[in-house]
């Protein structure tokens, strides 16, 4: 643990001009306030620095006035800052008296309130996750939304599409980039600078290689991880990702369905639950070694499947992603080694501290701390309600769902096909959240209500397909 002393120590060892506080808007997308080094102490650590939550999403206007506590564990250098600059995150406090209290609706703070919750239940002291993360790489990146031109462009030179432009043979056929090497391979370099801060940040990392896309997607893996650790890592690992493309001349996104007839991106997420330091979710004798917390941990997933998906998918681009085909899960079910089932269980974790299984349709438009704190919930929901999967006919599905007779089809659930049945989903199923106080009402209310505008202004934006398939008729 780090005090403020380290911090100073850190500050004055490394030559540090300015102090920057990253924040996170309901979106889950960085905010910052920069100070002058020589301003950081004891009091900034006391009294924090005031910022207005109405714009990031939070708090009604007359009751805007917040401040930020920056957490000395938190502190990293910026190595994309020119001037020597040292960031710190931490959590949103409302002024009061005779002393200031937590903002119930700020991400860190959710996290933290569900891991808490979760001790407090007696099931674990521990939630360990490893978010997956996807991302395309382009050479160009652009778009325009105007009364009289509608429409983006992108480029990869390694893309199937450039077979006959690129001239150098260097081209990647569609749907087939998946671990290939140099010379198809020319943002290896990129990436590897990415992990070598994402480590320099604090953040193990298991690997990273391209992915399927062939219009440059890749992935970088981390390690295992506390719950709210995770999710500040996610954080920086998103800026490292977005920061080092621009620095090599990428545009990096992760957004889940940037190119037509491509993969998409998703963020797979494993879990895993510790108490006293040993697995809750191993057993020899459980379907693929794992214990019926970890079967009710899945149910609970599954049930709450709908209203999740709000949370872990919450773009309309999210759903474009989420349809048949291209390793996308959008079966209600668990199974082993099946990529085509919401829940994927791992065959390759073998050993007890290593059991876990993934959820396979969230995607990185997602706040991680919202996320995150929501799949625990509803996973303990299970827990404690005993909501066996199997029994409620959510698999095993031990099969290639994807090639499935119509028939056979017909009879599975399916994930919401889009982000306004998501959002009905929620609305009706949200009590598990709010357990504990975690997840605050006013909070979900205004995330609802947010992204309902956020649906019914890009319905009204007519795009190119439509012109090719309306525009003679």
Not at 349 to 359: G, N
Request: charged share 20%.
């Amino acid at each position: 643990m780090k005090t403020v002393q380290d911090v100073i120590s850190m500050i004055r060892d490394n030559g540090i001009q300015m102090v920057d506080f990253k924040m996170v808007d309901i979106n889950g997308q960085f905010r910052h306030v920069t100070i002058p080094a020589a301003d950081f102490g004891e009091d900034i650590m006391r009294d924090g620095v005031g910022f207005d939550a109405s714009n990031y999403g939070y708090a009604v206007v007359e009751k805007s006035d917040m401040v930020f506590i920056p957490d000395p564990n938190t502190a990293v250098i910026d190595p994309f800052c020119q001037i020597p600059t040292l960031s710190m995150t931490g959590n949103a406090m409302i002024i009061d008296h005779p002393q200031n209290r937590p903002l119930a609706q700020y991400p860190r703070n959710i996290v933290l309130a569900a891991e808490e919750y979760m001790r407090s239940s007696g099931i674990a002291d521990t939630m360990l996750i490893l978010p997956e993360f996807e991302f395309y790489l382009f050479d160009q990146a652009g778009w325009e939304i105007r009364p009289n031109a509608i429409g983006m462009h992108l480029d990869y030179a390694q893309a199937h599409w450039n077979s006959y432009t690129e001239g150098q043979g260097v081209v990647v056929p569609k749907q087939k980039n998946y671990h290939i090497a140099k010379p198809f391979d020319p943002t290896y370099e990129c990436r590897s600078e990415m992990v070598l801060l994402m480590e320099q940040a604090g953040i193990p990392v298991k690997y990273h290689h391209p992915e399927v896309g062939a219009a440059g997607q890749f992935e970088i893996e981390p390690k295992l991880g506390q719950m709210s650790v995770m999710a500040d890592a996610s954080m920086m690992i998103k800026y490292i990702i977005r920061n080092t493309a621009l620095k090599h001349g990428y545009s990096a996104t992760l957004m889940p369905k940037p190119v037509y007839g491509e993969a998409g991106s998703g963020m797979h997420v494993h879990m895993l639950l510790l108490k006293d330091g040993e697995p809750v979710f191993s057993d020899d004798n459980g379907y693929s070694h794992l214990s019926r917390e970890a079967h009710w941990f899945m149910g609970g997933l599954l049930k709450h499947i709908a209203s999740l998906c709000a949370i872990t998918n919450p773009s309309t681009n999210s759903f474009k992603r989420l349809v048949p085909g291209f390793e996308a899960p959008v079966t209600v079910g668990y199974a082993t080694s099946n990529r085509s089932a919401v829940i994927r269980i791992p065959a390759y974790a073998k050993t007890p501290k290593e059991r876990r299984f993934e959820l396979r349709n969230p995607d990185a438009t997602c706040n991680p701390y919202f996320c995150y704190a929501a799949i625990l919930m509803a996973g303990i929901d299970g827990i404690q309600n005993q909501i066996d999967p199997h029994e409620n006919g959510w698999g095993p599905y031990d099969m290639n769902l994807f090639n499935l007779p119509e028939e056979e089809k017909k009879k599975l659930k399916s994930l919401p096909t889009c982000l306004e049945q998501a959002l009905d989903a929620l609305e009706a199923d949200h009590d598990y959240l709010t357990k504990g106080g975690v997840f605050p009402e006013i909070l979900i209310q205004n995330f609802i209500k947010n992204k309902r505008a956020e649906c019914i202004e890009l319905s009204k934006i007519p795009n190119p397909a439509e012109f090719d398939r309306y525009y003679n008729l």
